[in-house]
């Protein structure tokens, strides 16, 4: 039973365009939602995360957009960077204690 | 600014011996997770400790696989008597508390290979 899903495996962008990578999840008892990147052979990296009682949060570049009625998530990215090439996880939890995570998307800028 | 630290950052094993691997979280954290990658795979939640204490293992195999976190030194998982199946990233993560908003930090995880 997936309760957090990311349907696309890999995304390409140019460099400087927006970068939109989507979350769904099943479970209503989420309240606290993340994003990681990670790198081959590292350990997962904190982005952003947002709590279930906003509907958005942006940090720099990386803003995550909830939407709890349609139970999904997105992170976009802009303007995109060669360095933001990595996969990206999203995250959910119910209490702020075991994370449930997608299976990542590879993100893929392109010069 | 010390991170989370995980060792060894790869380890190899034959069939049926034993992996040990540490994961020491960052400074002022007191609250310790483990999850497993497995390759072309997201994270899976194996266990949440805290000192001495375990909160929630349902994400740890029955069997062969046991986590402490002892009130000095850091928090050890155990394999014991490990399959092939068992190749795979181990990563530990912290946080300082368990409130709703804290997040937890990874560490750059274990590489676990079974021969």
């Known amino acids: 039973d997936q309760q957090v899903k990311q349907n696309s495996p890999s995304l390409s962008v140019q460099e400087g365009r927006i970068s939109i990578l989507n979350c769904d999840y099943t479970?209503?008892?989420?309240?606290?939602f993340l994003w990681y990147k990670k790198y081959p052979a590292e350990g997962p990296t904190f982005l952003i995360s947002i709590s279930s009682i906003k509907d958005k949060n942006e940090d720099g570049r990386f803003t995550v957009f909830l939407n709890k009625s349609a139970k999904h998530l997105s992170l976009h990215i802009v303007p995109s960077q060669p360095g933001d090439s990595a996969v990206y996880f999203c995250?959910?939890?119910?209490?702020?204690?075991?994370?449930?995570f997608g299976q990542g998307t590879r993100l893929t800028i392109n010069p | 600014n010390a991170g989370v630290m995980q060792n060894p950052r790869h380890l190899v094993r034959r069939r049926g011996q034993e992996a040990r691997l540490r994961c020491s979280p960052m400074?002022?954290?007191?609250?310790v997770y483990w999850y497993r990658q497995l390759p072309e795979e997201g994270l899976k939640f194996m266990v949440y400790?805290?000192?001495?204490?375990?909160?929630?293992e349902s994400g740890m195999p029955k069997e062969r696989f046991s986590a402490e976190f002892p009130k000095e030194g850091p928090s050890i998982l155990r394999i014991q008597q490990v399959v092939r199946g068992d190749s795979a990233a181990y990563f530990c993560?912290?946080?300082?508390?368990?409130?709703?908003?804290?997040?937890?930090?990874f560490g750059p995880g274990t590489r676990l290979t079974v021969l």
């Open positions: 995250a959910a939890s119910q209490g702020a204690q075991k994370l449930v």
């Open positions: 400074k002022g954290h007191s609250h």
């Open positions: 993560a912290s946080s300082p508390t368990s409130g709703s908003t804290d997040t937890q930090y």
């Open positions: 479970n209503s008892m989420f309240d606290y």
């Open positions: 400790l805290q000192k001495e204490n375990i909160i929630d």
